[in-house]
């Protein structure tokens, strides 16, 4: 597996394949680092004159391999981007940087259409999606030709479920669009004044509802309920790391059982 994280594994011949989902080879790394520790203790388990050394020697080679890639990737940071400087710097960020005097400011940005009058950042959205991007990321609400951008006040985040303020609204009927992307249609469920409403999917595929006429103010409740399928994934997750942990358990007995066997036979 460290061989594949390397240039000498020929990763560009793949890149129409089905592998090519894993993007980057170094994602590989979470799974490596656990193998390599596993690997690492048991050597060093067996190897019994070593075993203070071989910690020392662990240690000392850790912190300079964190010290090291800390430092390199500092570097290399440096000469590629640079700190986000201006309003403009923040709306196109792929090669910027934060620090402690723009941190703030980009937590905040698209959330009204003030601070975001150069953005044109395209964010990872569905592709139906990214016509609209604009509108999308200043929070726009439109019924027929109006259009409103709503502030990051006006809408709150909760557990898998977000809230829209609207007030203000003119008072004619129709179709109400708002600035969220559906993914799954099935996935989700909409409340207008805590009321479960029937809700469509844009050419955008953003969330869309029925105003009644003169509904001038109201919330609008969007709320995701996760997927049988991932439920079932996390359920097998949990009954397969609850196992691995009873059976290290039991072969940890039974090695104690054995020794103390041993010892009696002696």
């Not at 890639?69 to 940087?97: G, V």
């Not at 991007?133 to 898998?160: A, P, T, W």
């Amino acid at each position: 597996m460290l061989v594949l994280i390397t240039n000498i594994f020929p990763w560009s011949l793949l890149q129409n394949t089905p592998l090519r989902i894993i993007q980057f080879p170094w994602r590989l790394l979470a799974i490596i680092i656990v193998l390599l520790s596993v690997c690492s203790v048991v050597t060093l388990n067996n190897m019994r004159m070593l075993k203070v050394w071989g910690v020392v020697l662990v240690t000392i080679t850790s912190i300079t391999s964190v010290v090291v890639s800390e430092q390199n990737f500092i570097s290399n940071e440096k000469s590629m981007y640079h700190i986000a400087r201006s309003d403009r710097d923040i709306a196109d960020p792929w090669d910027k940087l934060i620090n402690s005097s723009n941190y703030n400011k980009m937590l905040s940005i698209n959330q009204t259409a003030d601070t975001n009058k150069y953005f044109t950042y395209n964010d990872y959205n569905k592709k139906s999606a990214r016509e609209n991007d604009v509108s999308i990321f200043n929070h726009e609400v439109s019924i027929g030709d109006y259009r409103k951008s709503i502030s990051n006040k006006d809408i709150e985040s909760g557990y898998q479920e977000v809230t829209y303020k609207l007030r203000n609204l003119p008072t004619d009927g129709g179709k109400l669009t708002l600035p969220f992307v559906i993914y799954d249609k099935n996935n989700y469920k909409v409340y207008l004044n805590d009321r479960k409403v029937e809700f469509y999917e844009s050419e955008y595929s953003q969330l869309q509802i029925i105003k009644d006429k003169n509904l001038q103010n109201m919330d609008v409740k969007v709320k995701y309920f996760v997927p049988v399928m991932y439920k079932v994934a996390n359920v097998v997750s949990f009954v397969v790391s609850g196992i691995s942990i009873l059976f290290l358990l039991y072969i940890e007995y039974k090695n104690k059982k054995k020794q103390g066997d041993f010892i009696d036979v002696k």
